[in-house]
Nanobody, 127 residues
Framework: QVQLVESGGGLVQAGGSLRLSCAAS????????MGWFRQAPGKKREFVAA????????RYTDSVKGRFTISRDNAKNTLYLQMDSLKPEDTAAYYC????????????????????WGQGTQVTVSS
């Protein structure tokens, strides 16, 4: 059974930084693209960033480009999201996500391609 465990959320002032981590287990981590999604209260879960199995390919939603960086360490089975220049509108629960298929690429990843979700970690950015 695939398990995804996020950590690193918290409360930060606007302009600050946080680094989220996601520890994965249950299958060969390096065979799959991975992603981060977020969900604010009253809103749908949305795509934030994705990374290919090797780390060479990445994709970001427009609102976080230049501020967030997704990365992975396949030797540690861990996914990261470095979030800089945080804004109040980044406030949400952030979810680590894994697709069901190893053919899912970072460029194609969306909510419908996700088979496994982490429990979520709250990020709150104060103004």
């Amino acid at each position: 059974q695939v398990q995804l465990v996020e950590s690193g959320g918290g409360l930060v002032q606007a302009g600050g930084s946080l680094r989220l981590s996601c520890a994965a287990s249950g299958r060969t981590f390096s065979n799959y693209a991975m992603g981060w999604f977020r969900q604010a209260p009253g809103k749908k879960r949305e795509f934030v960033a994705a990374i290919g199995w090797s780390g060479a390919s990445t994709r970001y939603t427009d609102s976080v480009k230049g501020r967030f960086t997704i990365s992975r360490d396949n030797a540690k089975n861990t996914l990261y999201l470095q979030m800089d220049s945080l804004k109040p509108e980044d406030t949400a629960a952030y979810y680590c996500a894994a697709p069901g298929s190893s053919y899912t690429t970072a460029q194609a990843m969306g909510v419908s391609s996700i088979a496994y979700w982490g429990q979520g970690t709250q990020v709150t950015v104060s103004s």
